[in-house]
T-cell receptor, first 110, second 115 residues
Framework: DAKTTQPPSMDCAEGRAANLPCNHS???????VYWYRQIHSQGPQYIIH???NNETNEMASLIITEDRKSSTLILPHATLRDTAVYYC???????????FGSGTQLTVLP | IAGITQAPTSQILAAGRRMTLRCTQD?????MYWYRQDLGLGLRLIHY???????GKGEVPDGYSVSRANTDDFPLTLASAVPSQTSVYFC??????????????FGPGTRLTVL
């Protein structure tokens, strides 16, 4: 799996968009970018994934740069319940193991 | 049942005792996984199962065993618990481990303390 780099922490005002960056400069062509989050004391939760194109679902949007060396997870209207550690992972489709790095602690402020 | 359930929620166990952590999913997912999460070490895969009747070793399998007799259940057994197995254990499942959609659904976790 390609190494990913994320800022250790970010703050966001409630109701505003939260933009979480991730660098994955060594990502290979068959590796997808996955985003998970973990709210304190809960199990990790899948958010979204993509390969080349931007993706959107009911939780978030994923913007992947054209060279695929970085991506941004966007929570369009952050709420207090979005406070969590967010993990960006690059792995191939056949990978069996999710390996979480340190992630970004997002704190949504009232 | 909706999703993945794990039992017990937490457990304090004397060293040397045998313990089975239970995991059940109702999504008919083929693949299931056991992870442990320790502070500063992130999530580490213990064992996995691609489909009922098959299992495989992950990154940290020593001291643990699993079985997959059916699609829904994937118990994790500690034959003789040691203090280094103190951790939070997460069970997860996905539709298929061989597809590009590695979307894993996690249970709420079991907090295990071995004294």
């Amino acid at each position: 799996d390609a190494k990913t780099t994320q800022p250790p922490s970010m703050d966001c005002a409630e109701g505003r968009a939260a933009n979480l960056p991730c660098n994955h400069s060594t990502i290979s062509g068959n590796e997808y970018v996955y985003w998970y989050r973990q709210i304190h004391s809960q199990g990790p939760q899948y958010i979204i994934h993509g390969l080349k194109n931007n993706e959107t679902n009911e939780m978030a949007s994923l913007i992947i740069t054209e060279d695929r060396k970085s991506s941004t997870l966007i929570l369009p209207h952050a709420t207090l319940r979005d406070t969590a550690v967010y993990y960006c992972i690059a792995l191939s489709g056949s990978a069996r193991q999710l390996t979480f790095g340190s992630g970004t602690q997002l704190t949504v402020l009232p | 049942i909706a999703g993945i359930t794990q039992a017990p929620t937490s457990q304090i166990l004397a060293a040397g005792r045998r313990m089975t952590l239970r995991c059940t999913q109702d999504m008919r997912h083929n693949a299931m996984y056991w992870y442990r999460q320790d502070l500063g070490l992130g999530l580490r895969l213990i064992h996995y199962s691609n489909t009922a009747g098959t299992t495989g070793k992950g990154e940290v399998p020593d001291g643990y065993s699993v079985s997959r007799a059916n699609t829904d259940d994937f118990p994790l057994t500690l034959a003789s618990a040691v203090p280094s197995q103190t951790s939070v254990y997460f069970c997860a499942s996905s539709e298929s481990s061989e597809s590009s959609y590695n979307e894993q659904f996690f249970g709420p976790g079991t907090r295990l303390t071995v004294l």
